[in-house]
């Protein structure tokens, strides 16, 4: 599985972004694709996570009534629209894939880098 994140970029606080990432390859196997973050100097963290069959979603708690993560199966694409962003979510965002009998998301993209100024 390829995964090409893209969207971040430099938004005032309050703001919004949308950051998407699509998936190419062997993704037939795909249960889960979380968006993580990690910030300067901190350790990655998970943000959102959809099941990509129920389009289940969770979110940390710091990003809950801010992030909607949702994905497009036909496009394979997943996308976490972010509002109300704070300078605390500046932070390079991942995309990954967790695959059916994976307890862990094993598939990694790039990343993409979101700065909110103050």
């Known amino acids: 599985v390829q995964l090409q994140a893209s969207g971040g970029g430099l938004v005032q606080a309050g703001g919004s972004l949308r950051l998407s990432c699509a998936a190419s390859?062997?993704?037939?196997?795909?249960?889960?694709v979380g968006w993580f973050r990690q910030a300067p100097g901190k350790e990655r963290e998970s943000a959102a996570t959809?099941?990509?069959?129920?389009?289940?979603?969770s979110y940390a708690d710091s990003v809950v009534g801010r992030f909607t993560i949702s994905r497009d199966i036909a496009k394979k694409t997943v996308d976490l629209q972010m509002y109300s962003l704070r300078p605390e979510d500046t932070a390079v965002y991942y995309c990954?894939?967790?695959?059916?009998?994976?307890?862990?998301?094993?598939?990694w993209g790039q990343g993409t880098l979101v700065t909110v100024s103050s």
């Open positions: 959809i099941f990509w069959n129920s389009g289940y979603a």
């Open positions: 990954a894939v967790r695959t059916l009998g994976r307890s862990r998301f094993e598939y």
């Open positions: 390859g062997r993704t037939d196997r795909t249960l889960a």
